[in-house]
């Protein structure tokens, strides 16, 4: 039971008689260095032939220390075995002195933990794949406590992994719990939840997130915690808006220049009629309506004009009645030069 039980944890005894410069290995210890009792040929420099190039100065350092910490041994080093495979090892010990002080013998076990080796080199790579994302990559339990706080999220929320862990989202937030309420609902349903929330940050910005949250099982399929990845899009809306608002202008530079084309077909007519009453012999008052008439039709003519400029997309100086802007800017220009806080003045002479 006991070589059992040492072969599945792939655990080797060892001894080694200093005075005799002999080494005795267990059948598992054999089985780690991968060799056979008539291979090994039992010295301590058939040890060091075992251990990897690199790690034998190491090792030596470690065991020339071991009087000074009562005589135990306990390193980790890399061997290489007879088919060239490298494994890594954990071996403790303990040195057995004379009343001189010499050592005699030294007893220990080696541990092969090349597998477990491996397996924490690739969750510290993958921890540090997700501490490199710019996302917030987040994992809380279903009270919301947050029990994992990446370095993304360090960025996205302003708050540290150390203030972070252990509190609740909502209360680091601070905001109404009843706010994850619907999201809660759609999670448990669902097992997945997609979409947009407005959150402030520890400056207290509101920020804008686009969340993808899922719901993690247990072995037994019973939820257990959420993962959250939240990336920061609030720079991106804003260039969503600006462009939206560029498209809305232009839209209305369209319309404008319809509804002024309609305008001056309507008000040249008008304008050449007054025009040409006034040869007419008429009194004094019909003169004077057919003066206004005129004056009216012009006023309209120049703000029609004023309208094709915007739309036409052009600049120039104000001038009574309105704004018109500067010829030189092209129609493919429009939606650049005009940001929504302008304000154009389009109404008749010396109104506002």
């Known amino acids: 039971m006991l070589a059992s039980a040492v072969k599945i944890a792939s655990v080797g005894a060892w ?3 200093v005075v005799k410069d002999r080494i005795d290995w267990a059948d598992e210890t054999l089985r780690i260095f991968g060799t056979t009792r008539a291979a090994f040929g039992g010295r301590l420099e058939d040890f060091w032939d075992f251990v990897h190039p690199e790690d034998r100065f190491l090792v ?30 954990y071996d403790e010990g303990q040195v057995v002195y004379d009343e001189a002080g010499q050592a005699l013998r030294s007893a220990g076990m080696a541990m092969d933990i090349t597998d ?6 690739r969750i510290e790579e993958q921890a540090a794949l997700i501490d490199e ?32 862990l252990g509190d609740t989202l909502h209360t680091l937030l601070g905001l109404d719990p009843k706010i994850f309420e619907g999201i809660e ?16 940050n520890k400056a207290g910005k509101i ?27 609030t720079e991106r809306k804003k260039l969503e808006q600006q462009s939206y608002r560029a498209q809305r202008l232009d839209s209305i530079g369209t319309l404008a220049g319809g509804i002024a084309h309609d305008l001056n077909n309507i008000l040249a007519p008008i304008t050449l009629g007054a025009g040409l009453l006034k040869h007419y012999e008429m009194g004094n008052k019909s003169l004077r309506i057919v003066k206004r008439i005129e004056s009216s039709a012009r006023r309209g003519t120049d703000l029609v004009q004023q309208v094709l400029t915007f ?22 220009h429009r939606s650049q030069h005009f940001p929504e806080e302008h304000r154009f003045r389009i109404g008749p002479a010396g109104g506002p």
């Not at 609902?185 to 402030?200: D, F, K």
């Not at 920020?207 to 899009?233: H, M, N």
């Open 185 to 200: 609902a759609a999670l448990l349903q669902q097992e997945a939840w997609n979409g947009e929330i407005e959150v402030p």
């Open 116 to 121: 477990r080796k491996r397996s924490q080199e």
């Open 15 to 17: 001894e080694y008689d």
């Open 207 to 233: 920020i804008t997130l686009d969340c993808r949250w899922t719901l993690l099982r247990d072995a037994q399929g019973i939820p257990k915690s959420i993962l959250s990845i939240d990336s920061d899009v």
């Open 311 to 332: 739309a036409r997309g052009e600049q120039g100086a104000k001038v009574p009645g309105g704004s018109a802007y500067r010829r030189g800017r092209s129609r493919s």
């Open 133 to 164: 994302a710019r996302d917030a990559i987040v994992v809380r339990d279903l009270r919301h406590r947050i029990v994992s706080w990446n370095k993304g999220a360090e960025r996205v929320y302003g708050w540290s992994s150390a203030d972070a």
């Open 60 to 89: 030596r350092k470690l065991e020339s220390q071991t009087g000074s910490v009562g005589g135990r041994i306990a390193m980790e080093f890399r061997i290489v075995r007879p088919d060239g495979a490298v494994r890594t090892l």
